[in-house]
Structure formats: C-alpha cells, structure tokens
C-alpha cells in the first residue's frame, strides 16, 4: 500500500490491502479492459485490410469500401480503445490509492460503461450499412446518418459519466484527508478526467448542431463553427492520451526497474502545465484554413508548441530516474549504465520505446506547427505516419506495457516468465512495423502522396507510380503490426483468465528519501480550471463569434461515396 494512501474506512483500507484488489472495483477495470483490446483486435484486421487495399496489393470486395473501413478503423481506435483503456487503468489506481471506489462511483462507472457501449452499438451500424463513410474526422460537409451522431451522443455522456465519478471519489478523499496531497496517481486521474470533461464539451455541441442537419430539419450548416468544435476536443484528446502514458513514465516504471520517482512537484506542475494549456491548440490543425487570422492562428500554434515545456521537463526526469537506478545497481562510465536497465521486462521495455518514439514524434508535431512546413505536409500521408508514431507507438506501446502488470493485479493472477518473453517479442514485433509503416507513411508524404484517399494510381502518372514501393513497405508494417495485434490480444486474455493464481503488485514509485516537500498550491484545482477556461475564452471565444456573426455561406450535407 502506498503509505500516502489515506482513507476513511479503515476497513477498505485494511482489506485492499489483504486482498490486493478490491474484486467489485476490479470488475469494472476488467470489463474496460476487454472492451478495450477487442476493439483493437477488430481495429487492426480493418487497419490491415486499409493497409494492402492503399498500397494497391488487396482489392476490396463490392459490400465494402475503403472508406468504411478507414472510418471504422478511426472510431474502434481512436475512440473505443483509447475511452475504455483510458478509464479502465485510471479507475483501478484510483481505486488502489484511495483505498476502494464510493459505492455510487461504481454505479457510475457502470452505467457509463453501458451508455459507451449502446453508443457505439448505434455508432457502428451505420458505418457497416455504408451511411457513415465520413472518417474520424466526422465534421461536415459531409454527412453520416443522424444515427451515427447520436450514437456519439451517448458515447459521449459515457465519458461525462465516468469523469463525475472520478471527481467524486477525489472529492470524498479530499474532504476526509484535508492538508494532505492528493497521492500521485489520482492527481494524474483527476488531470486526464478533468480534460476528458471541458475537452469533450465543443465536440457535444458540434454534434448536437450536426444532428438536425443529418436529419434534414435545417438546410445548411455552418462549417467553420463545426471544424473548429471538433479540432477543439480532437486536439486536446491527442494530449488526453499523451497524459495518460506518461502517467505510467512518471509513477509505474520507475518501481518497475527498481528506482524512485523523480521531484513530486516537478511531477505536478507537468500535470498542470498539460492541462492549463491543452485545449488552446486546435487551430494549429486548421493553419491553412482560410477565414481565421493570422494573429489567432499564432495564438494556438504557440499554445501547442508551449506543451513541449512539459515535455522536455518530463524528458530529463525520465533519463535522471534511469541513470540513477542504474548507477545503484553498478552501473559505470557515462552511456554504459543502461546495460543494468532491466531490458528483458517487458513490463520496461514498451514504455521505454515509447518514450524513445516521442522523441520523433515531438518533432514531427513542431513541423506541423509551423506554417511554412505545415503547408508541404498537411493533406499528405506525413500527417498519417506522424500519428502512428505518436498515438501507435509512444502511447499504445504504453498501454500494452501497462496491461503486463495491470490485468494481473485485477484478475489476481500473475506474469509468467513465458508471457513476459512473448510480451518482448510482440514489443519487437511492434516497434519494427512501425518503423516500416510510419517511416513510410513520413517520407511518402514527402513525395506527394494525399492521406484520406484510396489506391489510385492517377491515370498512372509517374509521379504517382514512384510512391508504389513506399506503399509496399506500409503493407509490410501493417502485416507485423497485425501479428503484434494477435499476440497482445492473446497475452491480455491469457493474463486475464489462465495465467497462474497469484498476488501482483500495483507498482507505484516512492519519493526519493532527500526529496522537498510539495507545495500546497498545487493541489488547487480550481484555480488551475479557472485559468484553463480563460486560456479557452481567450483563443475561441473572438473566432467563433466572428465565425457566426460574418458566417460564410452554410453547406447542404454531402455524401461523397
């Protein structure tokens, strides 16, 4: 039990730490989890289809297209897997650190597990019947049917439900601990929750005005406010998932190789830093859209390109906590100490090559800050490469890294020798196929070649024709990454129902002994809130008003296949 852990029922707090786990709160991780990892199941054999249908190498049959498939692979990934890990892992630490979720937190947690479930139920029906082909991206003009929205709708209140079910837990902890720091990994919880809620609040509204229009009631839409809603939430949601891995950087791996965390407040203000600033960045998608101002523009770019304080703080915490592990365990000269980093424990590994994946990828997300370089890469496929190495490497090899621990701790079950060796090869496995689709996709897009689009060789133009052997090498990511998809999968529910019985541990690093006290004002969320809303209210509230007072022309809804 971590001995910041305070709580006020002795009893709960007594018995999770008998039991290790508490089984009804355990319950509600597992369901998250399953859901989870069979949409990536699902989400990786339609990536793979979209992989050889792009490069030209699968010809899709008549009853489906490439375009259901990209939307579909966007919604089960980037929404279904990354909503239901999200909550699933944040819910068990919440509940390991606070000594056991309120019983109306349960209850919460449940029903918004249904509420996601019957949205996607509503969500993906639509797609399969061809009347949602609108991407991930879903604003108009284009148009699903009215269905599909509503069934975000639900997916949506889901998310709410499960954020207000956080933030009364830490309310109750709070009330009953007063004076005290909320412990580290619920401070994590509360950020992404708090994130998860105000971030997802444009999205609902785009959505709600999208629904009369899908339903034909009004005849046009006002696309500009709708784009803007959606980067809004799709901007923050790519940093919902950043602090979600790095949770793990900071709190989980360094026990796992034996080490301490590194400064509590430095830990703290890189939460709060991420959250304050986080929403005031949308527009930095839309940098070549006409009908928003330069300076506006600048506003957000420089926002975004703020969240690599964060980033480059989190970087030097990360490698200080390694080297100084390493070099208590005998590590000697100055680069040779990573040789007593524990490379064979998967449960190290995947988040370090995460980590390490980040650093490319930070990169590629200041060349899309940029205008100038923006302009070269924005509707090519550099944009699709820089997002699987971002979300596909630097936070799904997080995940995957989590569940070695984390699906045994719920299940009371523990990591074999055997599956950690299989976790190390599937590590391998995932890391090479992203490097050969990723790499691809980046310089591809170099070259010319539009994202969003199915094979075409364009009347085979020579241009065109000369990106077919960089399409090879997707096809040939994409098929390792499927194989690193069914050996996940196997290793989650191997972990889950069929490993050996047993206790492990929920890994949560102590302090360092000589580490300064942590200053009370970080605990003021509703000062870090305030200045988030008014960051918010700066960036959108003048764009948005002009976008409605001097609307350019609506557009009728568009079905373009």
């Not at 680069?335 to 930070?362: C, E, H, N, S, T």
């Not at 990511?477 to 191997?494: C, E, K, P, R």
Request: positive net charge; contains cysteine.
């Amino acid at each position: 039990m971590d001995p910041a852990v305070s709580t006020t029922s002795p009893f709960r707090q007594k018995a999770n730490r008998v039991l290790g786990v508490n089984l009804d709160d355990a319950k509600i991780t597992k369901s998250y989890l399953t859901v989870a990892f069979l949409a990536l199941l699902l989400g990786g054999v339609l990536g793979l289809l979209q992989g050889l249908n792009r490069a030209g190498l699968l010809q899709l049959p008549t009853w489906i297209n490439y375009y259901q498939i990209l939307t579909a692979h966007g919604v089960l990934l980037v929404v279904v897997l990354s909503a239901f890990f999200t909550i699933g892992y944040f819910y068990a630490g919440l509940s390991h650190t606070l000594g056991g979720l309120l019983p109306k937190v349960r209850r919460m947690a449940w029903i918004g597990f249904w509420m996601k479930i019957v949205g996607f139920v509503i969500a993906v029906i639509p797609i399969l019947m061809n009347n949602a082909s609108v991407m991930y991206t879903f604003y108009p003009p284009m148009a699903a049917s009215p269905y599909f929205y509503i069934g975000l709708v639900f997916i949506v209140l889901g998310v709410w439900m499960c954020a207000f079910g956080a933030f009364i837990n830490v309310a109750d902890w709070r009330k009953n601990n007063k004076g005290k720091h909320l412990p580290i990994f619920s401070y994590f919880a509360t950020g992404v929750f708090v994130l998860l809620f105000f971030g997802s609040i444009p999205v609902a509204i785009e959505v709600l005005t999208i629904i009369p229009w899908s339903f034909g009631w009004v005849e046009t839409i006002n696309v500009m406010v709708a784009r803007t809603l959606f980067w809004a939430f799709g901007h923050t949601l790519v940093n919902i998932w950043y602090l979600t891995a790095i949770s793990a950087w900071y709190v989980i791996v360094p026990k796992i190789i034996g080490g301490r965390r590194f400064s509590d407040t430095l830990t703290r203000v890189v939460i709060i830093a991420l959250v304050v600033m986080n929403i005031t960045g949308g527009f930095h998608h839309q940098i070549i859209d006409p009908g928003i101002s330069e300076s506006v523009k600048f506003m957000h770019v420089f926002m975004s390109l703020a969240i690599g304080f964060p980033s480059l703080m989190t970087a030097y915490a990360m490698f200080r906590v390694f080297e100084r592990t390493a070099r208590k365990q005998g590590g000697k000269g100055k680069v040779a100490w990573y040789k007593k980093l524990p490379w064979g424990d998967v449960r190290f590994l995947a988040p370090f090559i995460a980590m390490v994946a980040f650093l490319p990828g930070g990169a590629g997300g200041i060349v899309q800050s940029t205008n100038q370089l923006d302009q070269v890469v924005h509707n090519t496929m550099w944009i699709v490469g820089h997002f699987h190495l971002t979300v596909g490497t630097s936070v799904v090899l997080t995940f995957f890294g989590i569940t070695y621990w984390l699906v045994p701790y719920i299940s009371k079950r523990v990591l074999t020798p055997k599956i950690n060796k299989l976790g190390v090869i599937q590590t391998i496995i995932w890391t090479v196929g992203m490097l050969f689709m990723s790499g691809s996709m980046h310089y591809v897009g170099l070259l010319g070649s539009p994202r969003r689009t199915a094979y075409s060789t364009y009347g085979d133009h020579a241009t065109a024709l000369g990106w077919d052997p960089y399409f090879f090498l997707l096809a040939i990511g994409g098929t390792l990454l499927m194989i690193g998809v069914i050996i996940q999968v196997y290793a989650v529910f191997h972990l889950m129902f069929f490993a050996p019985k047993g206790e492990t541990e929920f890994p949560i690093a102590e302090e360092e002994d000589n580490a300064s006290k942590t200053p009370y004002w970080t605990e003021r969320w509703g000062v870090w809130i305030v200045m988030m809303l008014m960051l918010v209210a700066m960036a959108y509230v003048i764009p948005l008003v002009d976008f409605i007072v001097n609307a350019p022309p609506g557009s009728p809804p568009f079905r373009t296949w």
